[in-house]
């Protein structure tokens, strides 16, 4: 605990670190937020069936489109990538909460939550490789990633917890809106990011490797340093 509190106190003195990282709570907490509320939405409008039909809904579509998602941060500025992925979020939740609040068909709810993790998919792998260029220094930077973690770690139960806290207490629609809010904060955290230096590209992806053989480069990787 204190290992993390220390990392937190060294990243917060970096202005576009904190907010990343305050970006990531907002992210972290929407999401795990969202997977808690949609799941009990999915119930009342399906029981156990809606349940899993709203998981693989929510599971197949990112995992196909995860490792061309994924490398957007590579392809474009990562601050730019993790907006318009937190931009999307909001629309999406907005709708699926438009969908509740008019008791639309539930089929609505369950094709927009699809694409919330896709969003995901695009957030996470941009934060990934924009907090090397924000880091000033060696250890802040190793300070950044122990306070990603501990965001993580802790969004995962804080999460659920307030998504099922108003759910509870207001309704489906109502945390729909708090998980949109989270996403709104991320957002705006992000949208303030101003990188000190030019961003580094690299240069195998300037145009000369495909959108699909950069997607596998990570698969080849491994498979070729496999014993």
């Known amino acids: 605990m204190s290992e993390s509190i220390a990392a937190l106190r060294e990243v917060f003195r970096n202005p576009d670190l904190r907010r990343v990282q305050l970006a990531a709570v907002g992210s ?65 939740v907005g709708a699926i909460a438009l969908v509740v609040f008019v008791q639309a068909p539930p089929v609505l709810a369950f094709v927009l939550a699809a694409l919330g993790p896709i969003c995901a998919t695009a957030f996470h792998p941009a934060q990934g490789a924009l907090l090397p260029e924000l880091a000033r220094t060696p250890e802040e930077l190793t300070a950044a990633n122990v306070s990603a973690a501990t965001i993580d770690s802790v969004g995962s139960f804080v999460g659920p917890a307030i998504g099922g806290l108003v759910l509870a207490g207001w309704g489906v629609g109502t945390a729909l809106l708090i998980t949109l809010a989270a996403y709104a904060w991320s957002g705006a955290q992000v949208f303030r990011v101003r990188p000190e230096r030019a961003l580094r590209v690299v240069p195998e992806l300037t145009g000369h490797t495909s959108a699909a053989a950069e997607a ?5 990787v491994v498979l070729t340093d496999l014993p």
């Open 216 to 220: 596998f480069a990570g698969f080849r």
């Open 28 to 92: 972290v907490t929407g999401h795990y937020s969202f997977t808690v509320v949609i799941a009990v939405y999915a119930y009342r409008h399906g029981g156990a069936a809606g349940v899993g039909v709203m998981a693989l809904a929510r599971t197949i579509p990112s995992a196909l489109l995860g490792p061309f998602v994924s490398a957007a941060g590579d392809r474009f500025r990562p601050e730019r990538v993790m907006f318009v992925a937190d931009v999307l979020r909001v629309v999406i």
